[in-house]
């Protein structure tokens, strides 16, 4: 889509936890078009402030735990093994 509309850089944006995960991927498919990729993580709003998945409650914790499994699950192609929960 991007090349058909003649764009040639994009701004990647996901949740701090994703982000690894998010590059892996995107960086997977741009190796066959060389766009020129940014990636920007955002944070979750907690009480006014900024905070990271590993600096919050214990569900943010859980949910940056299973990131891990996931980015490993993908690195190896086993995304059907990753995503059943």
């Keep these: 889509m991007m090349a058909d509309l003649g764009y040639d850089s994009a ?25 020129d990729l940014t990636y920007v993580a955002s944070y979750r709003e907690i009480d006014g402030k900024n905070v990271q998945w590993n600096e919050g409650p214990s ?12 980015f490993w699950g993908y690195m190896f192609f086993l995304y059907h093994w990753v995503d059943e929960d």
């Design 11 to 35: 701004i990647i944006t996901s949740s701090d936890y994703h982000m690894l995960r998010t590059k892996m991927i995107y960086e997977r498919q741009n190796r066959h078009y060389g766009f």
């Design 59 to 70: 569900y943010l914790k859980a949910g940056g735990f299973r990131e891990i499994k996931k």
